[in-house]
């Protein structure tokens, strides 16, 4: 069975602060890796997906991702956040021949103005 | 742009009552979804479905049936709602060669 781990549950940061999400997965085989956001009152949004290739993947509004297969990890990354980035970050696995998506708890990041 | 619809933004119902949530998308999607989200446990997925007339469980499908009649609408069902089912349902849709899941906004329930 697949699973995901997002070790952060809040993240709180100040405007133009780094950050990195934490996502970890386990699965052995082939997989998809998702990002999705959630921001306040709105519905689950793509934020970036890799399906194979360049392991280093860039999604909308300046976010990036990378996939490093020996840690089976798939960490977000922003370099300089903004207060529009309050929201909640999930990452997903669909593994092998799975036709579902298996998401983790969720992130809440906020960032202070 | 992909569009996913769900009947209700907000529910209230009480105990015992049967309830049916509604899902409709517009794309001619093969594969619909159900999953309830809860604070600290992500999004769990309830039943999902890759055709008319088909449907698989998730990882929590107990209480809970489905329908898919129609390609574009997917029902989910609370034979007799119970107090525990009070959560955040939402609904998603993807087409069957791409994995990524396009979602609706979601029905708060509650259930007193």
Known sequence: ?113 | DVKVTQSSRYLVKRTGEKVFLECVQDMDHENMFWYRQDPGLGLRLIYFSYDVKMKEKGDIPEGYSVSREKKERFSLILESASTNQTSMYLCASSPSRRNEQFFGPGTRLTVL
């Open chain 1, 1 to 113: 069975a697949q699973s995901v781990s997002q070790h952060n549950h809040h993240v709180i940061l100040s405007e133009a602060a780094s950050l990195e999400l934490g996502c970890n997965y386990s699965y052995g085989g082939t997989v998809n890796l998702f990002w999705y956001v959630q921001y306040p009152g709105q519905h689950l949004q793509l934020l970036l997906k890799y399906f194979s290739g360049d392991p280093l993947v860039k999604g909308i509004k300046g976010f990036e991702a990378e996939f490093i297969k020996s840690k089976f990890s798939f960490n977000l990354r922003k370099p300089s956040v903004q207060w529009s980035d309050t929201a909640e970050y999930f990452c997903a696995v669909k593994g092998g021949s799975a036709r579902q998506l298996t998401f983790g708890s969720g992130t809440q990041l906020t960032v202070l103005p």
